[in-house]
């Protein structure tokens, strides 16, 4: 089945990661791949110690797309064309059970990555596969073909206030 988890709300990357946790807790095998994260986000710790998940790897260092040269994108883009790919394989050809695609759809929104790539590997995946993804904006093509779609919607957040980002917290 596939999971979408979007909007503009905190906790997308937390339900997928606990929903991760859940199925390597029941003996399902997890892929999780993130996009626009580095390895120093907190969960993935917490993931890379957990029998039965396996993450992709991140770069040390990225700037938010909206820092980036259009240079950097292009940059940025040819990698994360890379981990898809390399993911999108080893989730068929490794018998997973679970593949996260975390923050994909922003990927696809900064056209960093093709939408009709990701909507052909779902499109043709097992269907004993669970399919994962988090992002802002699915478009409706997405939504159309997801099973559970989820919206996360932000009433109130620190950092309206000017609090940064805090580790252990949003990232």
């Given at each position: 089945m596939i999971h979408i988890y979007y909007g503009d709300g905190k906790g997308k990357t937390t339900a997928a990661a606990g929903l991760a946790v859940r199925a390597a807790g029941s003996g399902m095998r997890v892929l999780f791949t993130q996009f626009l994260k580095t390895e120093f986000s907190g969960e993935r710790n917490a993931l890379r110690n957990m029998e039965g998940v396996v993450l992709s790897t991140c770069p040390l260092e990225l700037k938010f797309t909206y820092d980036m040269t259009e240079?950097?994108?292009?940059?940025?883009?040819?990698?994360?064309?890379?981990?898809?790919?390399?993911?999108?394989?080893?989730?068929?050809?490794?018998?997973?059970?679970?593949?996260?695609?975390?923050?994909?759809?922003?990927?696809?929104?900064?056209?960093?990555?093709?939408?009709?790539?990701?909507?052909?590997?779902?499109?043709?995946?097992?269907?004993?596969?669970?399919?994962?993804?988090?992002?802002?904006?699915p478009s409706q093509r997405f939504i159309d073909a997801a099973d559970y779609v989820t919206e996360f919607k932000k009433i109130k957040h620190p950092y309206d206030k000017?609090?940064?980002?805090?580790?252990?917290i949003e990232f």
């Open positions: 240079q950097e994108k292009q940059q940025t883009a040819v990698l994360f064309r890379k981990l898809f790919d390399k993911s999108a394989s080893t989730a068929l050809s490794s018998r997973y059970d679970m593949v996260v695609f975390d923050e994909i759809f922003d990927v696809i929104n900064e056209n960093m990555l093709s939408e009709s790539v990701v909507f052909e590997f779902i499109a043709n995946a097992p269907k004993s596969l669970e399919i994962v993804m988090t992002g802002h904006d000017g609090v940064t980002a805090r580790r252990g």
